[in-house]
């Protein structure tokens, strides 16, 4: 079985081609970028119906394959920002319409950690899912991915952009911040909120915000990262100590961080838990994960009517229930 997938949450346009044994035939993407501002859903979603059907073309051949040759059409049908999930479905019920193929709409964050799982050889990890909309420790427990702590105001990647954005570093900010987090020289007091399990940023950022100039932005760029990630250990630390999973697997787009990896390893060292860490490729937003999902899913049993592939921006890691597992 042949599944072409379709990633459009945010601000990556994504067409994954893979096969029921996970085998990734093609992964395209075009990714919105910016000097001066974040993500302005009319822009991206602007710039993805400009770049979808090539980025599809490109998988097709990429792949050696022709329309014809997909078993199954898969796309993200939340969560994410309406107007780019509307390119992707749109794209996707189009094919699935107009080449006779089944369609499947998938869960965001759920195929992020479910093409981890596999390509991580994992068992039963708790996911560290970190990107820029999400944040979430997550471990699967009686037919559900539980979100045993989550942010409650912004991602961890938007804290990073945010903060980059008042520093003048660009969109994505990540990986500049990272580079600064390893040539700072002194940490600056910052804020800590952990709420039972739950994270809070808000703060830390306009703290750091209020210390713009005060500081070297290195210093100040790493004592940022260090209370967010380390707000992030905690969390993920005692999931691993309550449920008694002992692999953690980073997933999303901050996963990508030699910073929070750092962290996590330490973390994990200490309690005899494994760390993986998802390929970058498959970890940022992208086609093949969710590709891979509906595989899974379509093997399992599901199937979809087109009038039930509408996008659900709100949908939550916590409401599929999982039928593959
Ligand atoms: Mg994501």
């Known amino acids: 079985m042949i599944c072409l997938g379709i990633e459009s949450t945010a601000h990556t346009f994504g067409c994954g081609i893979v096969d029921e044994h996970c085998n990734i035939l093609a992964n395209e993407k075009k990714s919105?970028?910016?000097k001066y501002t974040g993500i302005k859903p009319a822009e991206v979603s602007d710039f993805h119906y400009k770049n979808s059907i090539n980025v599809i073309k490109t998988a097709l051949e990429k792949a050696?394959?022709?329309?014809?040759d997909i078993d199954l059409i898969s796309f993200s049908q939340g969560p994410g920002i309406g107007?780019?999930?509307k390119v992707g479905s749109t794209t996707a019920r189009f094919l699935a319409l107009k080449f006779n193929k089944p369609i499947i709409g998938v869960n965001h964050c759920v195929a992020h950690i479910e093409i981890g799982i596999k390509l991580c050889k994992c068992k039963d990890p708790i996911a560290v899912y970190v990107s820029g909309a999400n944040t979430q420790i997550i471990g699967f427990e009686s037919k559900y991915y539980r979100v045993y702590g989550e942010t409650i105001d912004?991602?961890?990647g938007n804290l990073l952009d945010s903060f980059g954005r008042y520093i003048n570093i660009g969109f994505p900010a990540g990986p500049l911040l990272d580079k600064m987090y390893f040539e700072a020289e002194k940490y600056i007091e910052l804020p800590y909120s952990v709420k039972g399990m739950d994270l809070v940023f808000s703060g830390l950022l306009t703290a750091a915000r209020n210390k713009i100039g005060e500081c070297k932005k290195e210093d100040l760029s790493y004592s940022l990262l260090h209370n967010a990630f380390a707000m992030i250990?905690?969390?993920s630390e005692r999931a691993l100590s309550h449920t008694g999973k002992k692999e953690i697997l980073l997933t999303?787009?901050?996963a990508a961080s030699n910073a929070l990896q750092d962290i996590l390893k330490k973390m994990c060292k200490q309690r005899g838990a494994e760390l993986k860490v998802t390929p970058k490729e498959v970890a940022t937003d992208n086609g093949a994960m969710i590709a891979w999902l509906?595989?899974?899913?379509?093997s399992a049993g599901k199937r979809m009517k087109i009038e039930e592939?509408?996008?659900?921006?709100?949908?939550?890691?916590?409401?599929v229930k999982v039928i593959w597992r």
């Open 294 to 298: 509906g595989i899974l899913e379509y």
């Open 32 to 34: 919105f970028t910016s």
């Open 309 to 319: 592939t509408k996008i659900n921006p709100k949908y939550r890691t916590d409401h």
């Open 83 to 85: 107007q780019c999930l």
């Open 64 to 68: 050696s394959l022709k329309i014809e």
């Open 233 to 235: 250990a905690e969390v």
């Open 252 to 254: 999303g787009g901050v």
């Open 154 to 156: 912004i991602g961890i």
